[in-house]
């Protein structure tokens, strides 16, 4: 097997973990083959207003 790994960032403006299934939802929908993902960081913006943020590594399968 060959994976390839990319990075998305969620947002949400209710908190990290939602920030995290918005990434989660967003790999599932447009990737196929999705192995793992792993959370790399998290920040909080706050220059317009309160948007959390996670950055996420997702590895999928390669065909």
Known sequence: MVFKKITLI???EESF???VEDAVER???TLEN???IEV????LELATGREYQAEVEVAFEIQ
Request: proline share 0%.
């Open 10 to 12: 969620g947002t949400s």
């Open 34 to 36: 999705v192995y793992w």
């Open 27 to 29: 790999a599932e929908e």
């Open 40 to 43: 790399e960081q998290m920040g």
């Open 17 to 19: 973990e939602a920030a």
